[in-house]
Protein backbone atom coordinates (compact mmCIF):
# COMPACT_ATOMS: atom_id res chain seq x y z
CA UNK A 1 0.00 0.00 0.00
CA UNK A 2 2.98 2.44 0.86
CA UNK A 3 5.03 1.68 -2.03
CA UNK A 4 1.77 1.98 -4.25
CA UNK A 5 1.56 5.75 -2.80
CA UNK A 6 5.28 6.60 -3.35
CA UNK A 7 4.71 5.61 -6.58
CA UNK A 8 1.35 8.07 -7.50
CA UNK A 9 3.44 10.64 -5.82
CA UNK A 10 6.74 10.03 -7.74
CA UNK A 11 4.60 9.68 -11.44
CA UNK A 12 2.49 12.59 -10.47
CA UNK A 13 5.90 15.01 -9.66
CA UNK A 14 7.75 13.61 -12.52
CA UNK A 15 4.14 14.34 -14.89
CA UNK A 16 4.52 17.90 -13.07
CA UNK A 17 8.18 18.77 -15.00
CA UNK A 18 9.97 17.97 -11.84
CA UNK A 19 13.81 16.67 -11.74
CA UNK A 20 13.78 12.86 -10.88
CA UNK A 21 16.94 13.21 -8.63
CA UNK A 22 15.18 15.59 -6.71
CA UNK A 23 11.34 14.27 -6.94
CA UNK A 24 13.22 10.88 -4.91
CA UNK A 25 13.01 13.21 -1.98
CA UNK A 26 10.23 15.49 -2.63
CA UNK A 27 7.73 12.57 -2.70
CA UNK A 28 9.10 11.65 0.60
CA UNK A 29 8.49 15.02 1.89
CA UNK A 30 5.01 14.89 0.61
CA UNK A 31 4.40 11.62 2.32
CA UNK A 32 5.44 12.77 5.19
CA UNK A 33 3.17 16.21 5.22
CA UNK A 34 0.56 13.77 3.59
CA UNK A 35 1.02 11.95 7.21
CA UNK A 36 1.28 14.56 9.65
CA UNK A 37 -2.14 15.81 8.58
CA UNK A 38 -3.88 12.69 9.00
CA UNK A 39 -2.70 12.26 12.34
CA UNK A 40 -3.21 15.74 13.35
CA UNK A 41 -7.01 15.54 12.28
CA UNK A 42 -6.92 12.35 14.07
CA UNK A 43 -5.18 14.02 17.14
CA UNK A 44 -8.39 16.69 17.03
CA UNK A 45 -11.25 14.10 16.74
CA UNK A 46 -9.84 12.21 19.53
CA UNK A 47 -10.10 15.20 21.52
CA UNK A 48 -12.88 16.40 20.23
CA UNK A 49 -14.70 12.79 21.07
CA UNK A 50 -12.87 11.84 24.17
CA UNK A 51 -12.68 15.18 26.17
CA UNK A 52 -16.28 15.93 24.78
CA UNK A 53 -17.50 12.58 26.75
CA UNK A 54 -15.39 13.46 29.97
CA UNK A 55 -17.18 16.77 29.91
CA UNK A 56 -20.69 15.51 30.06
CA UNK A 57 -19.35 12.99 32.83
CA UNK A 58 -17.84 15.37 34.78
CA UNK A 59 -20.68 17.83 34.66
CA UNK A 60 -22.85 15.09 35.60
CA UNK A 61 -20.92 13.93 38.89
CA UNK A 62 -20.53 15.68 42.08
CA UNK A 63 -16.92 14.98 42.56
CA UNK A 64 -14.95 17.37 42.15
CA UNK A 65 -11.87 15.50 41.10
CA UNK A 66 -13.07 15.53 37.35
CA UNK A 67 -13.57 18.69 37.52
CA UNK A 68 -10.66 19.78 38.09
CA UNK A 69 -9.34 17.08 35.57
CA UNK A 70 -10.79 19.23 32.77
CA UNK A 71 -10.13 22.50 34.28
CA UNK A 72 -6.43 21.65 34.38
CA UNK A 73 -6.49 19.97 31.06
CA UNK A 74 -4.70 16.63 31.72
CA UNK A 75 -6.34 15.18 29.38
CA UNK A 76 -5.70 17.39 27.16
CA UNK A 77 -2.07 17.48 27.79
CA UNK A 78 -1.85 13.80 27.79
CA UNK A 79 -3.71 13.67 24.22
CA UNK A 80 -0.79 15.55 22.39
CA UNK A 81 1.60 12.25 22.63
CA UNK A 82 -1.10 10.66 20.11
CA UNK A 83 -0.05 12.43 16.78
CA UNK A 84 3.80 11.80 17.90
CA UNK A 85 3.52 8.40 18.41
CA UNK A 86 1.42 7.80 14.75
CA UNK A 87 4.44 9.97 13.33
CA UNK A 88 6.75 8.13 14.80
CA UNK A 89 5.73 4.61 13.36
CA UNK A 90 4.43 5.79 10.04
CA UNK A 91 8.14 7.68 9.56
CA UNK A 92 9.35 4.41 8.40
CA UNK A 93 7.33 3.97 5.89
CA UNK A 94 7.92 7.48 4.49
CA UNK A 95 11.85 7.77 4.83
CA UNK A 96 13.14 3.82 4.32
CA UNK A 97 16.42 3.15 6.07
CA UNK A 98 17.91 2.27 3.10
CA UNK A 99 17.36 5.07 1.19
CA UNK A 100 17.54 8.00 3.69
CA UNK A 101 19.00 6.64 6.63
CA UNK A 102 20.05 10.28 8.36
CA UNK A 103 16.63 11.94 8.20
CA UNK A 104 14.81 9.02 9.11
CA UNK A 105 17.30 8.66 12.44
CA UNK A 106 16.65 12.12 12.87
CA UNK A 107 12.92 12.65 12.88
CA UNK A 108 13.19 9.60 14.84
CA UNK A 109 14.70 11.14 17.93
CA UNK A 110 12.94 14.16 17.19
CA UNK A 111 9.65 12.63 17.77
CA UNK A 112 10.61 10.58 20.69
CA UNK A 113 11.98 13.70 22.74
CA UNK A 114 8.52 15.44 21.85
CA UNK A 115 7.16 12.39 23.35
CA UNK A 116 9.24 12.72 26.49
CA UNK A 117 8.62 16.35 26.71
CA UNK A 118 4.74 15.89 26.24
CA UNK A 119 4.96 13.31 29.23
CA UNK A 120 6.88 15.13 31.78
CA UNK A 121 4.57 17.56 30.89
CA UNK A 122 1.63 15.50 31.36
CA UNK A 123 2.90 14.65 34.88
CA UNK A 124 3.93 17.63 36.10
CA UNK A 125 0.42 18.94 35.61
CA UNK A 126 -0.78 15.80 37.42
CA UNK A 127 1.57 16.14 40.47
CA UNK A 128 0.30 19.60 40.70
CA UNK A 129 -3.39 18.39 40.50
CA UNK A 130 -2.60 15.81 43.09
CA UNK A 131 -0.82 18.65 45.66
CA UNK A 132 -4.32 20.37 45.20
CA UNK A 133 -6.64 18.09 45.55
CA UNK A 134 -5.04 16.81 48.89
CA UNK A 135 -4.62 20.80 49.91
CA UNK A 136 -8.57 21.06 49.95
CA UNK A 137 -9.08 18.04 52.18
CA UNK A 138 -8.94 18.90 55.93
CA UNK A 139 -6.35 15.70 57.38
CA UNK A 140 -3.86 16.97 54.49
CA UNK A 141 -4.43 20.94 54.56
CA UNK A 142 -1.99 22.16 56.90
CA UNK A 143 0.84 19.55 56.30
CA UNK A 144 3.54 20.57 53.85
CA UNK A 145 3.19 18.93 50.57
CA UNK A 146 4.45 21.32 48.78
CA UNK A 147 7.80 20.33 49.40
CA UNK A 148 7.05 16.57 48.94
CA UNK A 149 5.87 17.26 45.54
CA UNK A 150 8.73 19.77 44.39
CA UNK A 151 11.08 17.31 45.11
CA UNK A 152 9.27 14.26 42.82
CA UNK A 153 8.87 16.96 39.90
CA UNK A 154 12.40 17.39 40.52
CA UNK A 155 13.15 13.99 40.01
CA UNK A 156 10.73 13.57 37.00
CA UNK A 157 12.34 16.44 35.14
CA UNK A 158 15.96 14.65 36.04
CA UNK A 159 14.95 11.29 34.68
CA UNK A 160 13.58 12.90 31.74
CA UNK A 161 16.56 15.00 31.00
CA UNK A 162 18.22 11.68 31.14
CA UNK A 163 16.22 9.95 28.71
CA UNK A 164 16.65 13.02 26.27
CA UNK A 165 20.14 12.95 26.39
CA UNK A 166 19.74 9.49 25.65
CA UNK A 167 18.30 9.46 22.68
CA UNK A 168 20.10 11.94 21.51
CA UNK A 169 23.41 10.64 21.90
CA UNK A 170 22.19 7.03 21.14
CA UNK A 171 23.34 5.67 24.82
CA UNK A 172 21.46 3.44 27.05
CA UNK A 173 19.99 5.53 30.30
CA UNK A 174 21.73 3.01 32.51
CA UNK A 175 25.27 3.77 31.32
CA UNK A 176 24.16 7.58 31.62
CA UNK A 177 22.99 6.84 35.13
CA UNK A 178 26.26 5.31 36.15
CA UNK A 179 28.26 7.84 34.56
CA UNK A 180 26.05 10.13 37.10
CA UNK A 181 27.17 7.89 40.09
CA UNK A 182 30.84 9.26 39.42
CA UNK A 183 29.79 12.69 39.87
CA UNK A 184 28.00 12.27 42.30
CA UNK A 185 30.01 15.09 44.79
CA UNK A 186 29.81 17.13 42.12
CA UNK A 187 25.65 16.56 41.69
CA UNK A 188 25.64 16.75 46.23
CA UNK A 189 27.30 20.43 45.68
CA UNK A 190 24.42 21.11 43.49
CA UNK A 191 21.98 20.19 44.67
CA UNK A 192 23.11 20.79 48.04
CA UNK A 193 20.27 23.15 49.04
CA UNK A 194 17.39 20.87 47.39
CA UNK A 195 18.71 18.06 49.25
CA UNK A 196 19.11 19.93 52.89
CA UNK A 197 15.22 21.07 52.05
CA UNK A 198 13.88 17.87 51.40
CA UNK A 199 15.39 16.23 54.18
CA UNK A 200 14.31 19.06 56.56
CA UNK A 201 10.63 19.11 54.85
CA UNK A 202 10.50 15.55 55.96
CA UNK A 203 11.85 16.44 59.47
CA UNK A 204 9.05 19.38 59.84
CA UNK A 205 6.25 16.98 58.44
CA UNK A 206 6.94 13.57 60.41
CA UNK A 207 7.23 15.85 63.54
CA UNK A 208 4.63 17.89 63.02
CA UNK A 209 6.63 21.27 63.71
CA UNK A 210 5.28 23.46 60.97
CA UNK A 211 1.79 23.92 59.12
CA UNK A 212 0.68 26.75 56.97
CA UNK A 213 -1.08 28.93 58.55
CA UNK A 214 0.77 28.64 61.71
CA UNK A 215 2.25 32.05 63.15
CA UNK A 216 5.87 31.57 63.88
CA UNK A 217 8.42 33.94 65.75
CA UNK A 218 12.07 33.11 64.75
CA UNK A 219 14.22 36.67 65.57
CA UNK A 220 17.45 35.52 63.88
CA UNK A 221 15.48 36.11 60.43
CA UNK A 222 12.95 38.97 61.86
CA UNK A 223 10.08 36.34 61.43
CA UNK A 224 7.08 37.27 63.37
CA UNK A 225 3.70 36.68 61.41
CA UNK A 226 1.29 33.58 59.51
CA UNK A 227 3.85 30.82 57.52
CA UNK A 228 1.84 31.05 53.85
CA UNK A 229 3.34 28.67 51.92
CA UNK A 230 5.92 25.60 52.74
CA UNK A 231 8.19 25.18 49.78
CA UNK A 232 11.60 22.62 49.07
CA UNK A 233 13.71 25.92 49.01
CA UNK A 234 11.80 28.48 51.27
CA UNK A 235 9.02 28.70 53.79
CA UNK A 236 7.43 32.39 53.02
CA UNK A 237 6.26 34.11 56.64
CA UNK A 238 3.90 37.12 56.30
CA UNK A 239 4.85 39.11 59.07
CA UNK A 240 2.05 41.35 60.91
CA UNK A 241 3.52 44.56 59.12
CA UNK A 242 2.45 42.59 55.68
CA UNK A 243 6.25 42.06 54.57
CA UNK A 244 7.39 38.39 53.81
CA UNK A 245 10.30 36.95 55.27
CA UNK A 246 11.90 33.83 53.60
CA UNK A 247 13.55 31.16 55.75
CA UNK A 248 15.21 28.19 54.37
CA UNK A 249 13.45 24.93 55.94
CA UNK A 250 16.41 23.51 57.20
CA UNK A 251 17.13 26.67 59.42
CA UNK A 252 13.89 25.55 61.00
CA UNK A 253 15.25 22.50 61.87
CA UNK A 254 18.90 23.53 62.81
CA UNK A 255 18.15 26.73 64.49
CA UNK A 256 15.77 27.40 67.45
CA UNK A 257 11.71 29.09 66.39
CA UNK A 258 8.92 29.69 68.36
CA UNK A 259 5.22 28.22 67.10
CA UNK A 260 2.46 29.60 68.58
CA UNK A 261 0.11 27.12 67.40
CA UNK A 262 -0.33 25.56 70.67
CA UNK A 263 -1.63 28.65 71.59
CA UNK A 264 -4.03 29.12 68.83
CA UNK A 265 -5.47 25.38 69.58
CA UNK A 266 -5.96 25.64 72.94
CA UNK A 267 -8.69 27.31 74.85
CA UNK A 268 -7.34 30.62 75.41
CA UNK A 269 -4.59 32.95 75.16
CA UNK A 270 -2.85 33.50 78.39
CA UNK A 271 -2.50 36.81 79.90
CA UNK A 272 0.02 37.15 82.08
CA UNK A 273 1.13 40.83 83.30
CA UNK A 274 2.15 42.49 86.50
CA UNK A 275 1.48 46.10 88.26
CA UNK A 276 3.79 47.29 91.39
CA UNK A 277 2.13 47.87 94.23
CA UNK A 278 3.90 50.62 96.75
CA UNK A 279 4.25 49.33 99.66
CA UNK A 280 3.84 51.83 102.02
CA UNK A 281 -0.09 51.88 101.23
CA UNK A 282 -0.47 48.23 102.80
CA UNK A 283 -2.24 47.60 106.12
CA UNK A 284 -4.57 46.15 107.70
CA UNK A 285 -8.24 47.35 107.09
CA UNK A 286 -10.60 48.78 109.90
CA UNK A 287 -13.59 48.40 110.28
CA UNK A 288 -15.00 51.66 108.38
CA UNK A 289 -12.74 50.08 105.53
CA UNK A 290 -14.72 47.26 105.32
CA UNK A 291 -17.92 48.75 105.60
CA UNK A 292 -17.03 50.57 102.84
CA UNK A 293 -15.78 47.85 100.72
CA UNK A 294 -18.53 45.38 101.08
CA UNK A 295 -20.59 48.19 98.83
CA UNK A 296 -18.74 46.68 96.08
CA UNK A 297 -21.09 43.47 95.39
CA UNK A 298 -18.21 41.09 93.78
CA UNK A 299 -17.07 40.92 97.58
CA UNK A 300 -19.38 41.63 100.25
CA UNK A 301 -19.91 37.92 100.95
CA UNK A 302 -16.14 37.57 101.00
CA UNK A 303 -15.98 40.50 103.68
CA UNK A 304 -18.98 38.80 105.68
CA UNK A 305 -17.28 35.55 105.84
CA UNK A 306 -13.88 36.87 106.97
CA UNK A 307 -15.39 39.17 109.43
CA UNK A 308 -17.15 35.59 111.17
CA UNK A 309 -14.13 33.59 111.14
CA UNK A 310 -12.31 36.60 112.91
CA UNK A 311 -9.90 37.20 110.00
CA UNK A 312 -8.18 40.54 110.10
CA UNK A 313 -7.98 41.32 106.31
CA UNK A 314 -5.38 43.69 104.75
CA UNK A 315 -6.34 46.04 102.10
CA UNK A 316 -4.08 44.36 99.64
CA UNK A 317 -5.49 41.06 100.23
CA UNK A 318 -9.41 42.44 99.50
CA UNK A 319 -7.96 43.92 96.34
CA UNK A 320 -5.96 40.78 94.95
CA UNK A 321 -9.86 38.85 96.10
CA UNK A 322 -11.57 41.63 94.17
CA UNK A 323 -9.38 41.21 90.62
CA UNK A 324 -9.88 37.54 91.17
CA UNK A 325 -13.88 38.17 91.17
CA UNK A 326 -13.41 40.90 89.11
CA UNK A 327 -11.84 38.70 85.92
CA UNK A 328 -14.02 35.60 86.49
CA UNK A 329 -17.19 37.89 85.96
CA UNK A 330 -15.80 38.71 82.92
CA UNK A 331 -17.53 37.02 79.45
CA UNK A 332 -13.97 36.98 77.62
CA UNK A 333 -12.19 35.12 80.57
CA UNK A 334 -12.01 31.40 79.83
CA UNK A 335 -13.49 30.02 83.71
CA UNK A 336 -12.15 26.22 82.85
CA UNK A 337 -8.53 27.50 82.60
CA UNK A 338 -6.24 28.86 85.39
CA UNK A 339 -7.45 32.26 86.58
CA UNK A 340 -5.45 33.88 89.54
CA UNK A 341 -3.85 37.22 90.80
CA UNK A 342 -0.50 36.44 92.91
CA UNK A 343 2.08 37.91 94.75
CA UNK A 344 5.75 38.01 93.17
CA UNK A 345 9.15 38.68 94.72
CA UNK A 346 9.33 42.27 96.34
CA UNK A 347 11.85 44.60 94.68
CA UNK A 348 12.68 48.31 95.35
CA UNK A 349 10.09 49.14 92.67
CA UNK A 350 7.04 47.70 95.18
CA UNK A 351 5.47 44.12 95.14
CA UNK A 352 4.47 42.74 91.40
CA UNK A 353 1.07 41.73 91.60
CA UNK A 354 0.86 39.61 88.58
CA UNK A 355 -2.80 38.66 86.95
CA UNK A 356 -2.41 35.33 85.08
CA UNK A 357 -5.33 34.26 83.28
CA UNK A 358 -6.47 32.96 79.31
CA UNK A 359 -9.00 35.26 77.27
CA UNK A 360 -11.14 32.96 75.47
CA UNK A 361 -11.23 35.20 72.42
CA UNK A 362 -7.58 34.76 70.71
CA UNK A 363 -7.26 37.05 67.99
CA UNK A 364 -5.19 39.44 68.10
CA UNK A 365 -6.36 42.55 67.89
CA UNK A 366 -9.63 41.33 70.44
CA UNK A 367 -6.72 39.66 72.95
CA UNK A 368 -4.80 43.25 73.62
CA UNK A 369 -8.18 44.98 73.49
CA UNK A 370 -9.60 42.34 76.46
CA UNK A 371 -6.27 42.74 78.12
CA UNK A 372 -6.01 46.80 78.03
CA UNK A 373 -9.46 46.95 79.55
CA UNK A 374 -8.42 44.25 82.40
CA UNK A 375 -5.51 47.13 83.46
CA UNK A 376 -7.51 50.00 82.46
CA UNK A 377 -9.66 48.69 85.75
CA UNK A 378 -7.23 48.01 87.78
CA UNK A 379 -4.95 50.75 87.93
CA UNK A 380 -8.54 53.09 88.24
CA UNK A 381 -9.82 50.89 91.14
CA UNK A 382 -6.77 50.67 92.94
CA UNK A 383 -6.85 53.67 95.04
CA UNK A 384 -10.61 52.86 96.20
CA UNK A 385 -8.76 50.45 98.64
CA UNK A 386 -6.25 52.61 99.49
CA UNK A 387 -3.42 51.49 97.39
CA UNK A 388 -1.09 53.21 95.29
CA UNK A 389 0.67 52.39 91.91
CA UNK A 390 4.41 52.39 92.50
CA UNK A 391 5.63 55.20 89.82
CA UNK A 392 9.24 56.32 89.49
CA UNK A 393 9.95 60.25 90.30
CA UNK A 394 9.37 62.47 87.06
CA UNK A 395 10.11 66.39 86.40
CA UNK A 396 6.08 66.64 86.76
CA UNK A 397 5.99 64.99 90.54
CA UNK A 398 9.03 67.12 91.24
CA UNK A 399 7.09 70.31 89.57
CA UNK A 400 3.87 69.70 91.60
CA UNK A 401 6.19 69.15 94.62
CA UNK A 402 7.64 72.83 94.62
CA UNK A 403 4.63 74.21 93.58
CA UNK A 404 2.91 72.80 96.68
CA UNK A 405 5.08 73.83 98.62
CA UNK A 406 5.11 77.68 97.37
CA UNK A 407 1.59 77.46 97.77
CA UNK A 408 1.76 76.40 101.61
CA UNK A 409 4.49 79.10 102.54
CA UNK A 410 2.32 81.68 100.70
CA UNK A 411 -0.73 80.41 102.56
CA UNK A 412 1.41 80.59 105.71
CA UNK A 413 2.38 84.02 105.23
CA UNK A 414 -1.31 85.51 104.48
CA UNK A 415 -2.18 83.79 107.80
Given amino acids: MMEQIHEWIYDLLVELGLMKDSSGYLDNIILLLFFIAITVGIDYTCRYIVLGMFKRVAKRTKNKLDDLIVERKIIHKMMHIIPAVLIYVLLPFTFQEEETPVALILLQKLCLVYIIAVFLRFINASLSLIHEVYNQKDTFKNKPLKGFIQIMQVIVFLIGAILIISVLINR ?119 ERFKRIELITGYIDKAREDGLRLTNLGVFRTYLVRYL ?63 QNVSGTDIRNAISNRAMTRASQRTQ
Avoid at 239 to 244: C, G, L, Q, S
Avoid at 371 to 386: K, N, R, S
Fill in 328 to 390: RSLPDINKELTCMVRHLQPTEAGIPIEIYCFSSNKIWVEYERIQADIFDHVLAIVTEFGLNVF
Fill in 172 to 290: SPVSLLAGLGASAAIMTLVFKDTILGFVAGIQLSMNDMLHPGDWITMEKYGANGTVIEVTLYAVKVRNFDNTITTIPPYALVSDAFQNWRGMSESAGRRIKRSINIDMHGVHFCTPEEL
